[in-house]
């Protein structure tokens, strides 16, 4: 049992490894730094204290985001449990409301909504995910779909 315990924190770390921490205090802590360890050091840093969407939320820590990006953080907080709801069926008021506040134009609604459905058990990998959590997940899947970067650049 203590192999499969450590094999998954193994296997946990090596994938924090490859993500770019972003910003958050984490990143600010271990900036200029590269390697498997300070990248690691900083993804958890931000993932245990919650504090990179907070960065984002308020353009602080060393994140820089636009108003939009901001709104929508602002209204995960307090409807999380909605917006998952209707982003697992890809429709609904919440997903519609999250389009609107990001200024995603109707013409691309269609492929935002599909985006957010088909990376649904990324954006919320449990029921415990925080709408902190959600928020970064979302932005990090827009960044990369070459229709949708253009509402979550900063």
């Given at each position: 049992m203590k192999k499969l315990i450590a094999g998954a924190i193994l296997l946990g770390a090596s994938s924090m490894a490859f993500a770019q921490p972003g910003c958050g205090v984490g990143a600010m802590i271990w900036k200029g730094q590269s390697?498997?360890?300070p990248h690691v050091l900083a993804a958890t840093t931000?993932?245990?204290f919650g504090n990179q969407t907070f960065g984002m939320t308020t353009g602080t820590l060393g994140c820089q985001t636009n108003e939009a990006v901001q709104s929508m953080a602002m209204?995960?907080?307090s409807n999380v449990d909605?917006?998952?709801r209707d982003m697992s069926r890809g429709s609904g008021e919440n997903l519609d409301t999250l389009a609107v506040l990001l200024g995603?134009?109707?013409a691309d609604r269609a492929a935002f909504r599909k985006v957010l459905q088909d990376n649904f058990a990324l954006i919320f990998p449990s029921a415990d995910t925080t709408s902190d959590q959600a928020v970064d997940a979302i932005v990090a899947l827009m960044e990369k779909d070459e229709t949708l970067s253009k509402y979550v650049a900063a």
């Open positions: 390697g498997i360890a931000n993932g245990s209204y995960m907080n909605k917006v998952a995603v134009e109707q």
